[in-house]
């Protein structure tokens, strides 16, 4: 049997011995290898540069194979008890888990953001009240709160604001009435979060159609458009039959008895006539958001 540069004549009973020492030999010196550069420690974090230096390691044989795939099963997630946080999630898609604020508790929402925060430069947290804002702020300094769209943002964006005003490129986000503004402020805050440049045009529902048209410039610029609506729900189909760019239709839950909480502009934008159009679920911003992004940014 061979250890390094050393061989060994060993009894047949001995073996397994044997193999269970060089295995453990193997899991120690990758452990003290891996502790040391590869964000086990909760304030760091796993990124490209530290999986490269990991596979790296596999490669020259400073690490074990069956070391670095334990690693790997312990990395992506970090398992707090009431959650299982996905910190390999922005390895994967470009961004870090969000968090929905919704259906938690208070202490449940901070403990996730800390941690998050711990691992990744910027965390988005949706649905948040002012109360839930305040308890975050308290242990995340850096964090802003937007109340319109009830999102918190723990952290520094990929790109500032004065680097997205010059995209060519932009999302534009709309919204039929003003009651429609928090689901259309969520996708927006949302979309700039991530990095796109964002334009908005609110209160242009078709009750008024001379309002959408005096927005045609930026109607027409746009890479991708989210337009957000109750009621019955028709202006995605007007702005799918004006713009040559996809439409993210978003309902809102705004509206009078027969509108059934959103229903009723889901299924009209389900239906529209227009090509184009896709639909997320009811007030879902967030969704649109992130989508339009995806768009704008492929």
């Known amino acids: 049997m061979s250890f390094g540069q050393y061989t060994i004549e060993v009894t047949e009973n001995a073996l397994p011995i044997l193999h269970k020492a060089r295995q453990a030999l193997t899991v120690i010196s990758a452990a003290g290898y891996i502790g040391a550069r590869f964000a086990l420690k909760k304030e760091q974090r796993l990124d490209k540069q530290r999986l490269r230096e990991l596979l790296e390691g596999v490669k020259s044989g400073s690490v074990g194979v069956d070391a670095a795939l334990d690693a790997l099963r312990r990395l992506p997630y ?168 996809p439409v993210i239709a978003v309902p809102t839950s705004v509206g009078y008895g027969a509108s059934f909480g959103g229903l009723a502009a889901l299924l009209a934008m389900l239906n529209s006539c227009a090509a184009g159009v896709s639909v997320v679920n009811i007030d879902n911003g967030f969704g649109a958001g992130y989508l339009a992004h995806l768009i704008n940014v492929s």
Do not use: W
Not at 140 to 154: D, F, K, L, Q
Not at 220 to 236: D, I, K, P, Q, S
């Open 78 to 245: 970090e398992d707090v008890g009431f959650a299982k946080l996905d910190s390999h999630r922005h390895l994967r898609t470009g961004f870090p888990e969000v968090v929905l604020c919704q259906g938690k508790t208070t202490e449940q929402v901070v403990e996730i953001v800390k941690r998050l925060c711990a691992q990744s430069p910027c965390v988005l947290a949706t649905r948040a009240s002012e109360e839930v804002y305040q308890a975050v702020a308290n242990e995340v300094p850096h964090a802003t709160y937007n109340p319109a769209a009830r999102v918190i943002v723990a952290g520094k964006p990929s790109r500032s604001p004065e680097e997205q005003a010059s995209d060519d490129k932009y999302v534009l986000v709309a919204c039929a009435g003003t009651a429609d503004i928090p689901v259309a402020e969520e996708a927006a805050v949302t979309a700039q979060t991530l990095g796109s440049r964002v334009e908005k045009a609110y209160d242009v529902g078709v009750a008024g159609l001379h309002r959408l048209l005096g927005q045609k410039e930026l109607l027409l610029g746009a890479n991708v458009v989210v337009a957000a609506a109750g009621m019955e729900g028709a202006l995605a189909s007007v702005i799918g039959g004006l713009v040559s760019r």
